[in-house]
């Protein structure tokens, strides 16, 4: 295993973790001078279309690194999904030493904007990125193993479809709320002609749907079980000289 290649990912997620933490850190001195909380302050229609590209260039940069660290398509996964889980646990581990804030892993969070807003209890995105530094560091191990990684169809299905339960999770109590108030204008902020958040000037989260989360989690995690049980049984069974 290459260690100067993992020292490095790890220490650019890490710095991707501050950078993005100290935006912020701005916009939350900017729009939340007395402390961050629901429901959501409209962001003008120009910083909210930023925000929103903003935050595609995070995923854009974290596959960027993924895929110019590695050679094969489980590695590169491995390599994106790790960056992220390190960048995502960095970012609130950041927040709480300048902002002193989540005040508890329960804290609500507004955590992602695309395609819509998603929110959730801080604990919930912390399950989820050591969920990933699991699978990513079960692909590593293997491959710098020597072992062949390549995900089968049976895995991708199960991280396919744990990852849209989980996001479905996230995004449960948004629509939620918009299907309740009958809501029928809802900003778009690639218009860059509508402030963000004007829809949920009234919205304050009440209800994350825990089923949907644990139940996501539950199908990820059988898909890493399955992914580390048959790579380990291809080899007991090349030791044990079966076919």
Not at 184 to 207: C, M, R, W
């Amino acid at each position: 295993m290459k260690i100067k290649t993992y020292f490095w990912l790890t220490t650019f997620s890490m710095a991707m973790g501050f950078m993005e933490s100290a935006v912020v850190i701005y916009l939350r001195q900017l729009y939340y001078p007395d402390g961050f909380q629901f429901p959501l302050v409209p962001l003008e229609a120009g910083i909210g279309l930023v925000e929103f590209l903003r935050e595609a260039a995070t995923i854009i940069m974290l596959l960027g690194i993924g895929i110019l660290s590695a050679k094969t398509t489980a590695l590169r996964l491995a390599h994106f999904i790790f960056c992220f889980a390190v960048w995502d646990l960095c970012y609130y581990f950041f927040l709480w030493i300048f902002l002193d804030w989540p005040a508890s892993l329960f804290t609500w969070d507004i955590l992602f904007l695309i395609p819509v807003p998603w929110v959730g209890p801080v604990i919930a995105p912390c399950i989820v990125s050591i969920t990933m530094i699991l699978l990513a560091l079960s692909i590593i191990h293997f491959q710098h193993s020597g072992i062949g990684t390549s995900l089968k169809t049976k895995e991708w299905s199960l991280f396919s479809a744990g990852s849209f339960v989980i996001i479905l999770s996230f995004i449960w109590d948004y629509y939620r709320y918009i299907t309740e108030v009958k809501l029928h204008d809802i900003s778009n902020p690639l218009t860059g002609q509508q402030n963000l958040f004007t829809e949920l000037k009234d919205y304050v989260p009440a209800d994350f749907n825990w089923f949907l989360f644990v139940t996501g989690e539950s199908i990820l995690l059988l898909g890493i079980s399955s992914f580390i049980y048959r790579i380990t049984k291809g080899i007991t069974n090349t030791q044990t000289g079966k076919q």
